[in-house]
T-cell receptor, first 117, second 113 residues
Framework: DAGVIQSPRHEVTEMGQEVTLRCKPI?????LFWYRQTMMRGLELLIY????????DSGMPEDRFSAKMPNASFSTLKIQPSEPRDSAVYFC???????????????FGEGSRLTVL | QKEVEQNSGPLSVPEGAIASLNCTYS??????FFWYRQYSGKSPELIMF????GDKEDGRFTAQLNKASQYVSLLIRDSQPSDSATYLC?????????????FGKGTKLSVKP
């Protein structure tokens, strides 16, 4: 089975540009998460979808960030306009509530490393 | 603000020794506890989960939970160089949505041959 697929793997952009990160979760998983990881702040939850519906977006830093999940097999995280402090690795993860760890087993994609100059 | 605290390390142990990794959490209502391993440049992967007070063993790994002290630990017996990684403690709080995990910043473990 294919794992969680993220694109792009690396993105270098200039401040003020729009950035779109994409994610395809594992088929059959009903929950999708966007996390951001930095050395200073560790792994932070940005937003969480359950059955394509946003459940908790309290971690989204500000209005520059938005996320969508138009169907069960695709999600995007958009940053507009981007700023240097947005530089981080962005992980998408999926899980299924009926799994062995009561939904706590998150399967992570390989991440998208974003650098904003 | 729900928090999960870990010693950032690095924790260095010789090959064959026991590595002990610790984690505390602030939300007393937390119900599920997880340990993820993250190799450098890779994504986190689940290695252990525990829900009840006490110990849970899986191969060389033992997770320990003490809800009264709000403390969870991971023991790695017979440590191998391949265990060198960052270990992330994660907690699913009662008030959070299922699967909504709060991660600690991780402890970096180095196992020396």
């Amino acid at each position: 089975d294919a794992g969680v697929i993220q694109s792009p793997r690396h993105e270098v952009t200039e401040m003020g540009q729009e950035v779109t990160l994409r994610c395809k979760p594992i088929s059959g998983h009903n929950s999708l998460f966007w996390y951001r990881q930095t050395m200073m702040r560790g792994l932070e939850l940005l937003i969480y979808f359950n059955n394509n519906v946003p459940i908790d977006d309290s971690g989204m830093p500000e209005d520059r960030f938005s996320a969508k999940m138009p169907n069960a097999s695709f999600s995007t995280l958009k940053i507009q306009p981007s700023e240097p402090r947005d530089s981080a690795v962005y992980f998408c993860a999926s899980s299924r509530s009926s799994g062995r760890a009561r939904g706590g087993e998150l399967f992570f994609g390989e991440g998208s490393r974003l650098t904003v100059l | 603000q729900k928090e999960v605290e870990q010693n950032s390390g690095p924790l260095s142990v010789p090959e064959g020794a026991i590595a002990s990794l610790n984690c505390t959490y602030s939300d007393r209502g937390s119900q599920s506890f997880f340990w993820y391993r993250q190799y450098s440049g890779k994504s986190p992967e689940l290695i252990m989960f525990i829900y009840s007070n006490g110990d849970k063993e899986d191969g060389r790994f033992t997770a320990q939970l003490n809800k009264a002290s709000q403390y969870v630990s991971l023991l790695i017996r017979d440590s191998q160089p391949s265990d060198s990684a960052t270990y992330l403690c994660a907690v699913n709080s009662m008030g959070g949505s299922q699967g909504n995990l709060i991660f600690g910043k991780g402890t970096k473990l180095s196992v020396k041959p």
